[in-house]
């Protein structure tokens, strides 16, 4: 516990301070040969110069009223350097993680509106990335919510897909652009036919509802292959890229023909 409270204060500390850096990773489609989107992944820079990933402090962050400070920080980060990118010509839309502390906080969509507004990105470049338990917490406060966020012009993702229990119901319902397949079943969709026929299934049901899909987690081209072959294109991974700080990423872009 004392350790708990000990980096729960260099939390604090480092959200004043804003020792946070935006690192992002691509979304390659195969089929197209290209980078269609980035995934902003936050980092803490310790004093001691020792990068922290978001698994060691998100989880406190969320506990301890850290969440929203640290959230609004990356959301303003990532509309600001995309803006800057789009500006030079590179145009590539950009997901955020959106904790559930966020969303269920009834001003995220004004703080969504200010965003956009502050950094001049157009909102179709934006997509907000939700998981699926935090939508089936309270359904029609989500839907709600959700429309007030489309209505935005922002793209909305379902993160981790099939971790979550939703309800299949209410999925159609929602006015969301994409699902994200959770890792665990790229993971091990090799050797595992009960993950395959998971991912096959999401698929589908993705396609059915008109939605995009991104799987996540792709470390080898076998499991690219199959996905591929499942009738998903769109991937991220470790395969294609690493998440990288905002200067390397912005070398690979100025080399590439975008959308
Ligand atoms: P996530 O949203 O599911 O993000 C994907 C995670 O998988 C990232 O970990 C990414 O680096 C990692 N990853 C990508 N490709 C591969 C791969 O091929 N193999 C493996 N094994 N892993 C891969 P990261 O950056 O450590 O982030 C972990 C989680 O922390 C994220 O999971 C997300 O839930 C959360 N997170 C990250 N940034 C933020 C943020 O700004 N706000 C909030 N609320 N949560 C964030
Ligand atoms: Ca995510
Ligand atoms: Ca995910
Ligand atoms: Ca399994």
Redesign the pocket.
């Known amino acids: 516990m004392r350790k708990r409270y000990a980096l729960a204060h260099q939390l604090r500390h480092a959200i004043e301070k804003q020792h946070f850096e935006v690192?992002y990773?691509a979304k390659v489609d195969i089929a197209r040969h290209t980078i269609v989107g980035l995934?902003?992944?936050?980092r803490w820079r310790h004093e001691s110069g020792r990068l922290i990933?978001?698994?060691e402090f998100?989880p406190l962050a969320e506990e301890s009223n850290l969440?929203e400070p640290?959230?609004q920080f990356?959301l303003v980060q990532a509309c600001r350097q995309v803006y800057a990118w789009h500006q030079q010509g590179q145009s590539v839309p950009v997901s955020?993680?959106?904790?559930a502390v966020?969303f269920l906080n009834p001003v995220f969509p004004q703080t969504v509106h200010d965003a956009l507004l502050q950094s001049g990105l157009p909102s179709r470049l934006l997509e907000l990335?939700i998981t699926e338990g935090v939508l089936m917490h309270d359904v029609a406060a989500a839907r709600v919510t959700l429309e007030k966020l489309k209505q935005l012009g922002v793209r909305l993702a379902i993160?981790?897909f099939g971790t979550g229990y939703s309800s299949l119901a209410y999925l159609k319902r929602f006015p969301v652009d994409v699902l994200k397949i959770d890792?665990s079943f790229v993971r091990d969709m090799l050797t595992d036919t009960g993950d395959s026929k998971i991912i096959s299934a999401i698929i589908n049901l993705g396609r059915g509802l008109g939605m995009e899909l991104v799987a996540?987690?792709?470390?080898q081209q076998a499991q690219a292959d199959a996905l591929h072959r499942l009738g998903c294109t769109i991937m991220?991974?470790?395969?294609y890229s690493?998440?990288a700080p905002a200067a390397e990423v912005g070398k690979v872009l100025s080399r590439l023909t975008l959308p």
């Open positions: 690192f990773q995934e902003a992944l936050v990933s978001p698994g998100i969440i640290i959230g990356v955020v993680n959106v904790s966020q990335e993160d981790d890792q996540e987690g792709v470390e991220q991974g470790f395969l690493r998440p």
